[in-house]
């Protein structure tokens, strides 16, 4: 089953279909609207498609798109053979999976025609019902029609309509424009329509929501009114300056709201020609804030540490293997790795409690975090074991760190309950080695050094 955001896509891709063909200027009004019911049949996955126009009891279609030797232009039934009789006594929308299993059961449309899947919906032309535009089929259609579809099926209606209602005042070069801006503005994505300058010509409703500035805030001004800085603007150009004018583009760009707020959006688009001398970029704009936040949340659960929000284990075993491996690449770089172990911890737990334990162990991290620069990695290895990797350190630097954090450590006092807990913390120490053949050979020689601390009366420092 599709999920929703395929579902929407899917609509995406036969709007931008109805946009194609409203830019086509050389075929005549009647093939227009069959090249419309095409892309209507294939977004339902249906066999017929028809506008119809209604007068009386008189059913005739108007442009059909079917099978060969099946229906054609101009055929008249009676309404009252048609599912459309009932479409338009309800006014709305009529979707129905499997009329055998509906309550629609025994429908001439059925009885005569084999009909069995049909959605249609009623066409206005100057506010008065003109007649439909719908799709059937002798199959059971595989999905259930659900709101997604209803939607599409009355943005259609409404696009046949607007098509019908301005064929006998428009040219054709202004009716495409019309079918364009309806499609643009009802479009599920934010629209945006820049020029070739990046000046903003279009945008829909759906965008404005999305950046929170409004439609005159935004036509005429340059597309750097969303962007986060002149950095992120002029990447976002050169990327579509090296583009193939023939490709799709897609981007991924974090946006600056007029609120001040940063979403992240993806952008798809197509480059098009306007006029002989203008080109434009039409995109089609997703805000994916959310599923970048929940991606972001699931990669800081699969790395961190829960309670002290250091590193875990196993990410920290990653990074020194990459460590060992650059080190191995670049003879004269030296990186030192150093191993905590907070001293006689179970006596804190057993005293005090595993409450009070955590609490020791979350300040111990903060302590770690505040000597740390950029380039170093902390991680909790252990129930108290801690370590860090230090780029770029020899071991000389590296122990001038280790002895400040073992000093502030024991200098530390935390009061829990008006008690006061001092602790402290044995630190082992070595540098990598061109012999390590992996992080394991590392962690060795730092966890015996700081086997030999915890053996020389803890509270110190001991390197290998």
Known sequence: MPNKLQIIERQNSALQELNEIAAISDISPIETLRKALEIGKNYFGLEFGIVSHIVGEDYTVDVQASPPQTLFDGQLFALGSTYCKTTLEIDDVLAITDVTKSKYIGHPCHRDFNLVSYIGAPIRVNSKVYGTINFSSAQTRHLEYDKIDDEFMKLLARWA???????????????????????????????????????????????????????????????????????????????????????????????????????????????????????????????????????????????????????????????????????KRDKNSTTSLMIFDLDKFKQINDSFGHLTGDFVLKEFAEIIKRNLRKTDIAGRVGGEEFAIILPNTDITNASVLANRIREEVSSNIITIDKKDINFTVSIGLTALSLEDNNSDSAFLRADNALYMAKAKGRNRLEQK
């Open 161 to 327: 309509g607007s098509f019908l209602e301005r064929q006998s005042v428009l040219d054709e070069l202004s009716l495409a424009k019309h079918r364009f801006e309806m499609i643009f503005e009802n479009n599920a994505s934010g629209i945006l329509l820049i020029d070739s300058s990046c000046k903003i010509l279009m945008v829909n409703k759906r965008f404005c929501e999305i950046i929170g500035f409004s439609k005159s805030e935004l036509v005429g001004e340059n597309a750097i009114i969303y962007y986060l800085d002149d950095i992120s603007y002029e990447n976002a150009r050169d990327k579509i300056s090296n583009t193939d004018k023939s490709s799709y583009l897609y981007l991924e760009h974090q946006l600056k709201r007029k609120d001040g707020k940063l979403i992240w959006c993806e952008f798809m688009g197509s480059q098009m020609d306007l006029t002989d001398d203008n080109k434009a970029i039409l995109w089609s704009i997703l805000d994916v804030t959310i599923q970048k936040e929940m991606q972001e949340k699931l990669e800081k659960q699969a790395t961190m540490d829960y309670l002290t929000e250091l590193y875990n284990r196993r990410y920290f075993t990653n990074r020194l293997e990459e460590e060992v491996s650059r080190i």
